[in-house]
C-alpha cells in the first residue's frame, strides 16, 4: 500500500515538473508585450519600449530586454531611462487561466537615468505621468492620470543603475552616480511609501539615503512630499558640480542629518565635517577638521533659500554664519554674514594654508 501511493506521489510531481517545463512554451508571453508598453506608457505619459519577454514559472517573473523610457519632448529625443533587463513579478494563477496580467513586483537591472534641470528649475521627470501638463483642477483621475493613480507594486527594485544630474542646453558635463541601488516596496501612486537610496558619489564618497514619500504629486512629479535621513562619506566637494572650480575650494565632507519636503518647501538640518579643506586656488589642505551644525531652509518653487543655524567649529574657534542665497541660472547667489567674535587666533594659524596666496594678498 505504501509502495502505491510512493508511486501516485512520484508520478504527480513528475507530472507537475513536466507542466512546469511545458507550460512556458505553451504560453505565448510576448503577446502581453503591447498590452504592457500601452499600459506603463498610459502610466507614466511617456513612450515605453521593451524587447523580448520570457517566462519563469519557477520563480514566477517575466523577464523583458532593453527598455526605454521616453524623456520629456521638451528636453530632447535622447531616453529618460534605458535598461539592460526589466523582471516583472507576476501572479501564476491569473496569467495561466484568465490571461490576465497582475504585477507583484519591478526589478530593473542596470538602467541609465538621466536627470536634467532647466534654468527655471523644472525637470525632466516633472512630467511622468502626464500630470505637469495639467492644470491642478484637471489632475484628476482619468486617461493618463487614472493609470497612474491605479499603479500599486509591491516591490520595486532598481540595482547597480546609473543616475546622471545635469542642467538642460549646458555645455557643463552632468555629475555621474553610479552603483545606484534603489528599494521600495509596497507603491502606491496615491499614498506614502518607504524606500531605500544607495549610490558611489562622483570622484568617490558614498550617499546612503532611507525614508518615505508620497504620495505622488498629480501636478508635478517632482513636488512630491517626502521625509528621509541622509548620510554622506567621504565627499570630494569639488568634484560634487555645485561648485566652481575656479574659486579653488575642495576637500572632503561628510554630512549626517535630515532632509523633508512638503513639495514646495524644504529643509536640511545635520552636520557637516569638512577634511582637508581649501578654500582659495592653489592653497594647501588645511590639517584641521571643520565642523558645520546647521538649518537650512529652501524655497524650491523660488529657488532660493535661508541658512538660519550655522555653527562653525575650527577646534575651540567658533563662528556662526547665516542668511539668504538663491539661484540664478547655473550660479549660486550667496548673501551671508560671518559673526565670530573672540574667535583664538592660534585655531585659525592651521587654516591659513587653505587660504594659499589668496591671504598673502590679503596681509598686503
Known amino acids: 500500500m505504501q509502495k502505491r501511493w510512493l508511486r501516485i506521489v512520484l508520478i ?3 507530472v507537475l515538473f513536466v507542466i512546469i517545463l511545458i507550460l512556458p512554451f505553451l504560453i505565448n508571453v510576448n503577446s502581453y508585450r503591447p498590452k504592457i508598453e500601452a499600459s506603463a506608457s498610459s502610466a507614466l505619459g511617456r513612450q515605453v519600449t521593451i524587447g523580448n519577454l520570457g517566462l519563469s514559472l519557477l520563480s514566477g517573473t517575466v523577464t523583458a530586454e532593453n527598455l526605454a523610457i521616453a524623456d520629456d519632448p521638451a528636453f530632447g529625443k535622447s531616453p529618460f531611462v534605458t535598461a539592460k533587463s526589466l523582471k516583472i513579478g507576476v ?3 491569473p496569467l495561466i487561466f484568465s490571461k490576465q496580467l497582475k504585477i507583484t513586483e519591478i526589478e530593473l537591472e542596470q538602467p541609465q537615468i538621466t536627470l536634467l534641470r532647466t534654468a527655471n528649475g523644472k525637470w ?3 512630467s511622468l505621468g ?7 483642477e484637471e489632475a484628476k483621475p482619468g486617461a493618463a492620470a487614472a493609470a497612474a493613480a491605479g499603479l500599486s507594486v509591491a516591490k520595486l527594485d532598481i540595482n547597480n543603475g546609473v543616475l546622471m544630474v545635469g542642467t538642460a542646453n549646458s555645455k557643463v558635463k552632468p555629475r555621474v552616480y553610479d552603483k545606484v541601488n534603489i528599494q521600495v516596496t509596497d507603491f502606491s501612486a496615491t499614498s506614502q511609501f518607504p524606500f531605500k537610496l544607495t549610490a558611489n558619489l562622483p570622484s568617490g564618497g558614498t550617499a ?20 528621509s535621513a541622509v548620510k554622506i562619506n567621504n565627499m570630494n566637494i569639488a568634484a560634487t558640480g555645485f561648485i566652481d572650480a575656479s574659486t579653488g575650494i575642495g576637500g572632503f565632507a561628510n554630512f549626517d542629518g535630515t532632509l523633508t519636503s512638503n513639495g514646495s518647501q524644504a529643509k536640511a538640518v545635520g552636520t557637516f565635517t569638512g577634511t582637508k579643506l581649501t578654500l582659495a586656488p592653489k592653497a594647501t589642505p588645511a590639517p584641521k577638521t571643520v565642523v558645520i551644525k546647521h ?13 538660519t543655524q550655522g555653527d562653525i567649529a575650527i577646534g575651540k574657534a567658533q563662528a556662526h554664519l547665516t542668511g539668504p542665497f538663491h539661484t540664478q541660472g547655473e550660479t549660486e547667489v550667496l548673501n551671508l554674514k560671518l559673526n565670530a567674535p573672540s574667535m583664538p587666533v592660534e585655531e585659525l594659524e592651521a587654516m591659513l594654508p587653505a587660504w594659499g596666496s589668496y591671504f598673502l594678498r590679503a596681509q598686503r
Open 124 to 126: 525632466n521627470y516633472s
Open 91 to 93: 501572479e501564476l494563477m
Open 130 to 136: 502626464g500630470a505637469a501638463e495639467k492644470k491642478p
Open 12 to 14: 504527480a510531481i513528475a
Open 208 to 227: 546612503d539615503i532611507s525614508g518615505k514619500a508620497g504620495p505622488i504629486s498629480a501636478t508635478d512629479v517632482s513636488k512630491t512630499p517626502f521625509e
Open 295 to 307: 538649518v537650512v531652509d529652501v524655497d524650491l518653487d523660488n529657488q532660493s533659500g535661508t541658512i
